[in-house]
């Protein structure tokens, strides 16, 4: 299963390997104990333009530059996510731009996180993409607790702040090596946001995301049934931004 972030295809997915995909960040250890960068060839078209570029509705709390800065910088994330090295730099150089306007704003913070996992992901000493993970860690895990029921109201580009933050750290977490024992805090946050108010109204292409995580948990897992059901509602919501021919694929050797 394809993710547009050099994430391992879902059944070749460990618990101790790594966007998004990211996903966001794929990470594996190597045999010597240090992490080598993974990618998963694939011929489909590139991903949507942003996480969630489906959700249509561009208006927010925000002023209309922060707006127009914060798409761009999506953008230039996107394309680091789906293997551009040379986009990544600038996608984090964007971010930390973000956050000199709104510092306590925790989807900046996250975004910018996550781009030290993609950091790690492309190369640098063992020590070195340690010491990235952990920054990134350091700034999702800080993040997540700037979230309050206010962020469920407040939007970006017509999405809940709360629902992408929660889905950028997800997407980060999961991938990475069994040593930064994030697997736990990925579970939580994405039982959070499932369960959320705003969820239930959330776009296709978001809803599918989220299902599409859930489906990598469950194969970390090894559960089989959960990750038929997670992958039958990636299916129904059919976000763009998924290659859905590999989804069914892995779906029907799931037995559909």
Do not use: C
């Not at 694939?42 to 127009?68: C, F, I, M, R």
């Not at 010491?131 to 607790?145: P, S, Y």
């Not at 206010?150 to 992408?164: C, F, H, N, W």
Request: hydrophobic fraction near 45%; aromatic fraction near 8%.
């Amino acid at each position: 299963m394809h993710n547009p972030a050099r994430r391992l295809p879902l059944w070749a997915l460990s618990l101790a390997t790594g966007a998004l995909a990211l996903p966001i960040a794929a990470l594996a250890d190597n045999s010597d104990g240090g992490m080598a960068s993974t990618a998963t060839a694939s011929e489909s078209k590139p991903a949507a333009p942003a996480v969630l570029a489906a959700a249509g509705d561009l208006s927010s709390v925000y002023a209309p530059d922060v707006t127009a800065r914060f798409q761009r910088a999506a953008q230039l994330f996107e394309q680091a996510r789906a293997g551009s090295t040379a986009a990544v730099g600038p996608a984090q150089d964007a971010f930390k731009d973000l956050l000199q306007t709104d510092s306590s704003n925790p989807l900046f913070v996250a975004y910018y996180g996550s781009t030290f996992a993609m950091r790690a992901r492309d190369g640098g000493a063992p020590w070195q993409k340690i010491k990235w993970v952990n920054e990134g860690i350091n700034n999702i895990d800080h993040a997540l607790a700037l979230l309050g029921p206010q962020y469920d109201a407040k939007t970006m580009r017509g999405v809940p702040i709360s629902l992408e933050t929660r889905l950028v750290a997800i997407a980060t977490y999961i991938p990475l090596p069994s040593l930064f024992n994030r697997m736990g805090v990925a579970r939580r946050q994405l039982s959070q946001a499932m369960g959320s108010p705003s969820f239930a109204s959330a776009s296709n292409e978001l809803r599918g995301r989220f299902y599409y995580e859930d489906a990598l948990i469950a194969h970390s897992d090894g559960d089989t049934e959960h990750e038929r059901r997670a992958l039958r509602e990636v299916v129904r919501d059919a976000p763009p931004s998924l290659n859905m021919n590999e989804v069914r694929e892995q779906l029907a050797k799931l037995g559909g």
